[in-house]
């Protein structure tokens, strides 16, 4: 009798609580354990005081728009290992405490723009483990305290250079096991991964997959010169992203680096890629100068050498037909001019 009287008081506290039949809701840790239950969404009736949501091993494929309305207290939401092939922009909007978002092992395609807006003490954004071809050029409003960033195993070929500087307090980035492209879309993804690695930054490095010649190898050892062939694409669009996100992001580029990177010849002018054109107007100038002096050198040597063997002829010609007439005092004269040919 009194136990069923103990299992009334537990199963009442539990639903004055309001935590889900298949859940575990701990008052002291504030922390709601709905893993491995076979959720298809986000449980409703959580209880509004928890701060810790686990839902990993689930078979969550959709987030609604109102999904965490009831949770605004949320510090960490681990919805690693479901179903989710996209996230609605917004789905996660009401959790101005969310600090730690894991997304690993799920089937999500696309990152949209503006997808974490509104996470303001987002530090840890794991996105690891899906099938991402694409990231936006932003991951939303007042997502700029984010210090730890995974892409690792995914299908990225590229990634705009725009969303990793609006990330300013990145402290690690992690890109290991994409199919990186090292074309011209990615020579900002370049200038950006070694300033951060200048500043401090850790990361696990950029592994090329393409193009063949380049297969295996790591980005920053890739020369600058192999992407001198296209320096104007790169530019106009890199002046056609930033005149799109407006003079705020422009001044950021101008003076976000700027003198971090004093030692190296290309820092000052890392941000502005308009530089690259001419660099490589000099390095033409520098070849076409060289041709040049090297045809005009080749020119001098061949006169050189045709003079020689005139003077040669001449010589000796001389000597033939004037021998007896000179031989008497010209003897001197003729080792001297020997000599000096």
């Known amino acids: 009798g009194n136990w069923l009287l103990v299992c009334s008081v537990i199963l009442l506290a539990h639903t004055a609580h309001g935590c889900p039949d298949k859940c575990l809701c701990y008052t002291a840790s504030k922390t709601a354990d709905c893993k491995n239950r ?22 969550i494929w959709r987030i609604n728009q109102n999904a965490f309305t009831a949770t605004p207290l949320l510090k960490i939401l681990d919805l690693s290992n479901n179903s989710l092939s996209s996230v609605a922009p917004g789905a996660f909007q009401k959790l101005r405490y969310l600090q730690v978002l894991n997304l690993t092992r799920n089937l999500i395609h696309y990152i949209e723009n503006k997808t974490f807006s509104f996470l303001p003490h987002l530090k840890e954004l794991d996105l690891s483990s899906n099938s991402i071809v694409r990231l936006p050029e932003t991951f939303g409003n007042s997502t700029g305290n984010i210090t730890l960033l995974s892409v690792k195993h995914n299908k990225l070929q590229k990634m705009e250079r725009i969303l990793l500087e609006s990330l300013p307090n990145l402290k690690v980035v992690l890109f290991k096991d994409n199919p990186w492209q090292c074309n011209c879309n990615i020579f900002g993804l370049k200038l950006w991964l070694e300033s951060f690695l200048y500043r401090g930054g850790i990361s696990d490095g950029i592994i090329c997959s393409a193009p063949g010649i380049r297969k295996g190898k790591d980005l920053l050892k890739v020369p600058y010169e192999l992407f001198g062939a296209c320096p104007l694409r790169t530019a106009q669009v890199h002046l056609a992203s930033s005149h799109h996100h407006g003079s705020e992001q422009r001044s950021s580029l101008k003076h976000g680096h700027h003198g971090e990177l ?32 090297c045809g005009i050198v080749c020119l001098m040597m061949l006169a050189a050498a045709v003079y020689g063997c005139a003077y040669a002829a001449i010589t000796a010609k001389y000597h033939k037909e004037h021998l007896a007439p000179v031989r008497q005092h010209g003897t001197p004269k003729g080792k001297f001019e020997t000599s000096s040919a």
Request: charged residues 20%; aromatic residues 2%; glycine residues 8%.
């Open 38 to 59: 076979g959720f298809t969404e986000i449980p409703a009736h959580l209880p509004p005081e928890i701060q810790i949501l686990q839902l990993q091993n689930n078979r």
């Open 262 to 293: 004093g030692d190296s010849g290309r820092a000052s002018c890392e941000p502005k890629p308009k530089p690259r054109p001419a660099s490589l107007r000099h390095a033409i100038a520098t070849v076409v100068i060289t041709g040049v002096v």
